[in-house]
């Protein structure tokens, strides 16, 4: 009986054949993980509507396919800090602050400097979207070493330090192909330092970056999805070359580098060995001088923070001091220095002739105030000894320009809230043109600022403030302009003479808004009527 049944059992296999079974799911080659925060200024800063999702309507005009899907986080302060996961579908033609793409999840109000936040989305795209490789895009602000992502609405102002971020993408246990900052200051050897171990490549600038979306999404988004093999490397080549692109078709200052991170530990070992032999080899005050000196021809921008400093054209300006620049060992490490960084930045771009960017910034502040030690040796970068240095360097120098004059105050805009793009400096010009002898990112938050400048002779001076609202690096229509009215005339008429040593403080600058520029002539509207103050920007 046992044979029948087996023989009938043969016998219907043969009639209708074996049923295969389901094929495994192909995972995607690549799951781009978007970090949008939206939680401060840049909701509201485009005619109150939002940078934030312009950059992700930028990506829908690409959109996910099968093997490139494109998962982001988007957050908005005119939403009261509300969180939303979006699957970025292809769509064109989107009207402001309007996304089409599905949503995914609605969290809730979360605050996006908060490390968990992070955390819980990358955790729910790792679950819900495998990929072979991966790409995390940060998007909002930022300050280099301090932190990125900035949360006004539901974070206090806070930023998620770059500890936090390094922990973060080490417990979900995801190794990113690259990191990329849409943010400000990012490309730093000590952020870099902090996420070698978690990525492959970081993409970031070296420069205060416009709010208007430089990052080029569509463009290199769109060769992704052309050649989903194509390597990380040139992938990051990739999009480094649509931020260019990007700010010259929009007519933005830019800069962005591609850094290798596995190219991290030489570059700090020979970043430990030039801070450390700069306090052995040097035996004077006049040589300490000479490190100053280099430091003071290193290039500063009004793209830049007065603290951070391009690494490459430092150690070049090392080389070139009569007397430090030819100790042997101080020599050798600049040259070091100088061939590390060429190896670690394989691709950067800049459309700003003229100003020299190597493709990584390193701290370097000049006095105690720039100087946070407590938060700096919290990053790995410790290891270098580089922290020592520093307190040595504004200890050999006197914490400061000797000869200086400080200069205080508080910035304020009435009806505004100032950006992260507000300076405060000191305008020696006699002319109709700005001449910029020294300037300070003011403190968005509290408006507070503190300039120093080093004099040895009496100069006469404005002190001015300028909120760059648009980023674009120009004294234009809607920034916000003041000077210190020292009389309290509500005039243009408040140049005054400064001493060697003199500390000023309670020099509070109004903004008004500029509603014209011509004629190299800026016309303000001020509670005293309209003025046209004599002034342009010489860049």
Not at 493 to 515: Q, R, S
């Amino acid at each position: 009986m046992k044979r029948v049944v087996l023989f009938m059992f043969i016998g219907l296999m043969a009639l209708y054949g074996c049923k295969k079974a389901p094929p495994a799911e192909v995972k995607p080659k690549w799951t781009i993980i978007v970090y949008a925060d939206g939680n401060n200024n840049l909701d509201i800063s485009q005619n109150n509507t939002s940078y934030v999702i312009e950059d992700i309507q930028e990506m829908e005009e690409v959109g996910s396919t099968d093997k490139v899907k494109i998962i982001a986080a988007v957050s908005s302060i005119k939403r009261g800090g509300l969180l939303k996961y979006y699957y970025i579908e292809k769509y064109t033609d989107e009207l402001p602050d309007s996304l089409s793409s599905p949503v995914l999840q609605t969290l809730g109000t979360k605050d996006m400097s908060d490390p968990q936040t992070l955390k819980d989305f990358i955790n729910y795209v790792k679950e819900n979207y495998p990929a072979n490789h991966y790409m995390l895009v940060i998007d909002d602000h930022g300050a280099g070493w301090r932190g990125v992502c900035q949360d006004e609405q539901n974070g206090a102002g806070d930023l998620m330090s770059i500890p936090e971020l390094r922990e973060v993408l080490e417990d979900v246990d995801i190794h990113f192909d690259i990191i990329v900052f849409h943010a400000c200051l990012m490309a730093m050897v000590e952020v870099a330092y902090e996420l070698k171990d978690v990525a492959d490549y970081m993409c970031g600038s070296q420069f205060m970056m416009p709010m208007e979306s430089v990052l080029g999404s569509a463009e290199w988004l769109g060769a992704l999805v052309a050649n989903p093999e194509m390597s990380a490397s040139e992938l990051g080549q990739k999009i480094v070359t649509a931020v260019y692109n990007a700010g010259e078709r929009k007519g933005k200052d830019v800069h962005f580098a591609l850094i290798d991170l596995s190219k991290m530990n030489t570059l700090a070992a020979k970043i430990g060995d030039f801070g450390n032999h700069l306090v052995t080899e040097i035996e004077a005050a006049t040589e300490w001088q000479e490190v100053l000196h280099a430091f003071n021809e290193t290039h500063y921008t009004q793209y830049d923070d007065p603290a951070f400093v391009d690494l490459r054209e430092y150690a070049k300006r090392v080389k070139q001091q009569p007397t430090i620049g030819q100790k042997p060992l101080i020599r050798q490490d600049a040259d070091a220095i100088i061939d590390a960084i060429n190896d670690a930045v394989p691709f950067t771009m800049t459309n700003v002739a003229g100003l020299t960017r190597g493709g990584v910034n390193i701290h370097f502040p000049f006095n105690h105030e720039l100087f946070d030690s407590t938060n700096y040796v919290r990053l790995r970068f410790r290891a270098t000894n580089w922290h020592a240095f520093l307190s040595k360097f504004i200890a050999s120098i006197g914490g400061g320009p000797v000869t200086g004059v400080t200069v205080s105050g508080t910035v304020t805009w009435p009806g505004h809230t100032l950006s992260n793009r507000c300076y405060a400096f000191i305008d020696t010009s006699h002319t109709e043109y700005i001449v910029i002898a020294a300037i300070t990112q003011v403190d968005p938050q509290t408006g507070n600022y503190t300039i120093t400048w080093e004099i040895d002779e009496p100069k006469e001076i404005y002190v001015e403030a300028w909120d760059d609202v648009d980023g674009d690096g120009n004294l234009s229509v809607g920034d916000g302009f003041g000077w210190w009215d020292k009389d309290n005339n509500g005039q243009w008429d408040d140049m005054f003479t400064v001493n060697p040593g003199d500390v000023i403080t309670g020099a509070d600058i109004e903004l008004f808004e500029i509603t014209s520029v011509k004629e190299n002539k800026l016309v303000l509207n001020t509670p005293y009527g309209v003025i046209t103050v004599p002034k342009a920007l010489n860049k």
